[in-house]
């Protein structure tokens, strides 16, 4: 499985961003995919999480209600659309792949990585 991670960039503070992650190679009838950032100085954090199946979604607290998680099923592709960004969003996103069917917040539930793609908010 290949992800590709795309849309990061520079933006201020209220400004919105979408997230692109394109899956290729082996499918899996049941997975999840999800978004992890990793702030300078700081461990990798789970931001959202979707499953291909059924749509299910769960997000970290702190982006709840700015942040959506939404798939393209027919493109294996998910997105992160992300609202009222806030300086202490900047971190580089990574796009990630569970072949499991319910959703896990710990990185190491994820078998398969993107590069990732930096995201800075300026205050």
């Known amino acids: 499985v290949q992800l590709q991670a795309s849309g990061g960039g520079l933006v201020q503070a209220g400004d919105s961003l979408t997230l692109s992650c394109a899956a290729s190679g082996r499918t899996f009838r049941t997975a999840t995919m999800g978004w992890f950032r990793q702030a300078p100085g700081k461990e990798r954090e789970f931001v959202s999480a979707?499953?291909?199946?059924?749509?299910?979604?769960d997000h970290v607290d702190s982006v709840k209600g700015r942040f959506t998680i939404s798939r393209d099923n027919a493109k294996n592709t998910v997105y992160l659309l992300m609202n009222s960004l806030k300086p202490e969003d900047t971190a580089i996103y990574y796009c990630?792949?569970?072949?499991?069917?319910?959703?896990?917040?710990?990185?190491?539930?994820?078998?398969?990585w993107g590069r990732g793609t930096l995201v800075t908010v300026s205050s």
């Open positions: 990630a792949l569970d072949p499991g069917a319910t959703i896990q917040k710990q990185a190491r539930h994820y078998n398969y």
């Open positions: 979707i499953r291909w199946s059924g749509g299910v979604t």
